[in-house]
């Protein structure tokens, strides 16, 4: 099973000339490729398949999904390497991350970009 994991942009980088991010899925940390989304940015929450950051979503989608993909459990251990943590707790920490941070732009999906 192929998923596309909403999480959030952390941090920005370029990594041998590739636009690269550390993206939090609600606990988890990951390395991701931002080139099919040229638009996100810190703090923006972006739908991530096999790597790559694939399109932006909103905060509240974001959620939404990372509450249904809990609910999956094993489909999402696969696709990360690791469990999701539970919803409060993951949930807290984004919101804290948010607070922290301010809160990220208002996001659409990339126009004229394909996804790998």
């Known amino acids: 099973m192929c998923l596309g994991i909403p999480g959030r942009i952390l941090s920005v980088h370029d990594d041998a000339g590739l ?3 550390t993206v ?3 606990g988890v940390r990951r390395e991701v490729c ?3 989304t040229p638009g996100a940015s810190v703090g923006a929450y972006v739908i991530v398949h096999v790597g ?3 399109t932006t979503v909103d905060e509240q989608e974001a959620q939404r999904t990372l509450d249904v993909l809990r609910a999956m459990g094993d489909a999402v251990a696969g696709e990360l390497g690791e ?3 539970a919803g409060d707790d993951a949930r807290m920490r984004l ?3 948010t607070a922290l941070s301010g809160p990220g732009p208002t996001a659409r999906p990339e126009e ?3 996804a790998p």
């Open 34 to 36: 931002l080139e099919y």
């Open 83 to 85: 469990p999701l943590p």
């Open 52 to 54: 790559f950051a694939i």
């Open 95 to 97: 919101s804290r991350d």
């Open 112 to 114: 004229g970009r394909s």
């Open 24 to 26: 939090d899925f609600g």
């Open 19 to 21: 636009r690269m991010a």
